[in-house]
């Protein structure tokens, strides 16, 4: 290999991410144009919702309980070392409002309802249903695409929400119910420790960012997949590695400017 053989790999590499990330942003603000022109499908969006958000529930909030647990029990064996058992409340809401409940959630939603998403999609363009809408005159960006990414981005602060809630009840149980703690001061310590806008605002803030990623990742991912059975796997296999790197760094400019 020639000296300027990695010099041109990594050229062309930097071209094929531009172009890529051009593709997107030329996706998301057709999808955003389709999607904002009457008639509104309400019914579709609602549709969506339930898709996204009530068949996630269960994984959400099991998941939610068992990072609480985790948290509870991890959280006790630490501050007993500096007898601060009491704050446990806020070691565990905290760790859960402003970091794990929203990323956790991305993360576990684009791998239940992401890849779902981008797989239903390419598989509608293996089957020809995309142009069989075209040819009826309907834009697929405005009757398939938009509903579901507009439905994502409104389930995931709910789940993410609903994480945080099931993470508490699972520290609790650790903390208070088995451990022996005092349960008016995990709650007091709690409600002490966590402020509304900071805290609260700013959860939900990443729910909405990571819900706008994973949807438009998944629809693009499925959009643009090859025609094939194979492009229908890696629709579904790239939309959980990209959405989920994308939340990871994502969550730290947001942590950097929101002023954690």
Not at 20 to 31: E, I, N, P
Not at 42 to 55: F, K, Q, S
Not at 133 to 161: E, N, Q, W, Y
Request: aromatic content about 8%; overall charge positive; proline content about 3%.
């Amino acid at each position: 290999m020639s000296p300027a053989g990695p010099v041109r790999a990594l050229g062309a590499l930097v071209l094929r991410s531009l172009r890529g990330l051009g593709r997107f942003a030329l996706f998301t603000a057709s999808v955003l144009r389709a999607g904002s022109r009457p008639p509104l499908r309400l019914r579709r969006l609602v549709g969506e919702i339930y898709d996204a958000g009530v068949l996630s529930l269960l994984i959400v909030c099991v998941s939610g309980f068992a990072v609480g647990m985790v948290l509870g029990l991890q959280g006790h064996n630490t501050l007993s070392r500096f007898g601060a058992e009491e704050s446990l409340g806020a070691v565990v809401g905290l760790s859960l409002i402003r970091e794990l409940g929203p990323v956790l959630t991305s993360l576990l939603v684009a791998g239940r309802a992401g890849s779902a998403m981008a797989a239903e999609i390419a598989a509608m363009g293996v089957t020809e249903q995309l142009d069989g809408l075209r040819m009826m005159s309907v834009d697929p960006l405005d009757f398939v695409v938009a509903p579901k990414a507009f439905g994502m981005i409104v389930a995931m602060p709910l789940l993410s929400t609903l994480f945080v809630v099931f993470g508490i009840l699972g520290g609790w149980t650790v903390g208070v119910a088995l451990l022996g703690g005092d349960p008016g001061s995990y709650l007091s310590t709690l409600e002490q420790a966590v402020a509304f806008r900071e805290d609260v605002v700013g959860g939900i803030l990443k729910g909405v960012v990571f819900g706008l990623l994973v949807g438009f990742v998944a629809t693009f991912r499925g959009y643009t997949a090859r025609t094939t059975t194979a492009g229908v796997s890696a629709a579904a296999t790239s939309t959980v590695v990209i959405a989920s790197v994308a939340t990871l760094i994502f969550d730290y400019f947001i942590t950097a400017l929101w002023g954690y």
